[in-house]
């Protein structure tokens, strides 16, 4: 595995934690053999010390993304044991060379390759030509050319283009050097085991299916609510801002994940085939079904995002996001999916809350039940990952009269909790050839299209168009308006865990 941007947060806070993951399970090939790249003055040993002081640093907090109980010294070397670090400019040619005398050295691994680039984006195309260029893509392919003898695969970080014709032609600019099935762009929201999970309880249970159409089905509300700023990335955040960080990767998703049609077999083409309809059939989102804030100072001295370090004092960038999508195919024709996404916001808390249509009121009319509370189904993506089921009850007395109560499975009181950060199952997908969890060139394209005039809008507006919210609030109101306007409401963010 070769790591480009070796010395940056992305590798030592995620991807090494989630190698060691990888090898404590024993799922790293025995020869498995690590190469940094990146333009720090840094040589082998200076980059395993930084490795480890990271890994360290995460040792028994609980609450760290990747949390670890001890580090187990053998494990540790058997991941970093063979390491090496190679100096280099991005652009430079002698660097490929390098590389490649180094990995032709490298018997052990059978000439795979796994490319992980972890480094900006401006970077993503003119490092996989520079790889092209060196012949480092060239996998030989076996007589009936249904195997390669090794593989050679690239990953790919977010964000992928920064609208639909940057997309479009970054994915063209690497189709040039490397074929799709190399090609892995990456959103790691699709490591998350709960996430997975959708397809699972959609698809593995027959009780669903008929419920999950337009005829049953009200609205569906997915929120991403963090409860973080946007830390020390300023500079990235400036010119990114919450919609394109968050909605048309991570927050589509979590959609398609729900409105696709079952697949014919959880292959990468069929599952991605069925993804890709989702997209396709999406609509162009409308400036006026788009509400963006920005999060303002908060109680207890918390600074508001013009505030942030590398951030501009009259910053229009948005930190928050609710949209109103639409879906034109037979299943979902008609019903509204909200989503929304914030930093400062009250709780953290990613969930998709389906909303059923109700039951009529008529046989209630002469009880004391003034209204009918509708039936949610809530599948809890983090922090508390789980499914809930909320549904009316008699609420026990003499008189007829309901109470909405919720019926809840937590993975914690089922599965023990393994030391997971998410990116283990991808890293180890791209390792075995598995593309399913993977976006290709046409969905990046699309979900890029159906954000294009929003951001468009958005980009001739005065700064000062952007809505304030106070951090630790739930986004700015006017995101409410989305909903009322069709009579929903947003569910509560901070929810107490009892039915509304
Ligand atoms: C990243 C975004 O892709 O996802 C961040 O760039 C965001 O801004 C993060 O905080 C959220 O991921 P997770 O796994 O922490 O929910």
Redesign the pocket.
């Known amino acids: 595995m070769v790591i480009f941007g070796a010395g940056g947060d992305l590798t030592k806070r995620l991807l090494v934690p989630a190698l060691y993951n990888l090898a404590t399970t024993g799922l790293l090939p025995e020869h498995f053999e690590l190469i940094g790249v990146d333009l720090a003055d840094l040589d082998a040993g200076k980059w395993r010390d930084s490795l480890l002081e990271m890994m360290q640093s995460f040792v028994g907090k609980a609450a760290s ?1 990747s949390r670890i109980d001890k580090i187990d010294e053998a494990t540790w070397k058997r991941l970093t044991g063979r390491l090496s670090y190679i100096k280099g400019d991005f652009g430079d040619d002698g660097l490929y060379n390098e590389l490649k005398r180094q990995l032709d050295q490298k018997t052990g691994t059978g000439g795979n390759c796994l490319f992980y680039l972890a480094i900006a984006d401006r970077f993503f195309g003119p490092v996989v030509q520079n790889l092209g260029k060196a012949g480092l893509f060239e996998e030989n392919w076996d007589q009936d050319g249904k195997k390669p003898e090794h593989w050679r695969h690239v990953v790919i970080e ?1 964000p992928f283009g920064h609208d639909e014709e940057s997309a479009k032609a970054l994915n063209a600019a690497i189709l040039r050097c490397a074929q799709e099935h190399q090609i892995y762009r990456i959103d ?2 699709l490591g ?1 085991e709960t996430v997975q999970n959708i397809m699972a309880l959609r698809f593995a249970n027959g009780m669903f299916e008929p419920l999950w159409n337009r005829d049953r089905i009200d609205h569906v509300q997915i929120t ?1 609510a ?1 409860t ?1 700023g ?1 830390e020390s ?1 300023g500079r990235f ?1 400036e010119k ?1 801002g919450a919609l394109r ?2 909605v048309p ?2 927050v589509f998703q979590l959609l398609a994940m729900v409105a696709m049609e079952p697949p014919a077999g959880f292959d990468a083409k069929a599952v991605r085939s069925r993804k890709s309809d989702v997209f396709a059939a999406m609509r162009t989102v409308a400036p006026e079904d788009a509400v963006r804030g920005q999060y303002g100072p908060g109680p207890n001295g918390v600074a508001g995002y013009r505030q942030e370090k590398d951030v501009a004092p009259d910053s229009g960038t948005e930190t928050y996001v609710a949209m109103r999508l639409a879906i034109d195919n037979w299943r979902w024709a008609g019903v509204p999916f909200y989503v929304r996404t914030g ?1 400062h916001m009250s709780r953290r808390v ?1 969930e998709i809350a389906i909303r059923f249509k109700p039951a009529p009121y008529a046989p209630f009319e002469d009880t004391d039940v003034a209204a009918l509370a509708p039936n949610w189904l809530l599948l809890q993506i ?1 922090p508390d990952e789980g499914i809930a089921l909320q549904f009316e009850v008699k609420r026990p007395g003499p008189a007829v009269d309901l109470a909405a109560v919720r019926m809840a499975f937590k993975y914690a009181d089922w599965f023990p909790k393994e030391p997971n950060i ?1 990116y283990e199952t991808l890293i180890y997908d791209v390792m075995t050839g598995d593309q399913t969890l993977f976006n290709r060139a046409d969905m990046v394209e699309e979900t890029w299209r159906v954000v294009g005039k929003v951001l468009e809008n958005w980009s001739q507006e005065k700064p000062d168009n952007v809505l304030n919210y106070a951090s630790g609030s739930d986004g700015p109101t006017s995101a409410d308006d989305l909903l009322t306007r069709q009579g929903h409401a947003w569910r509560a963010v901070a929810d107490d865990g009892h039915a509304h």
């Open positions: 993304e977010k790691h929201f998350k991403v963090e973080v946007v990335r955040y990114t960080d968050m990767n991570h930093k990613s983090q998410g």
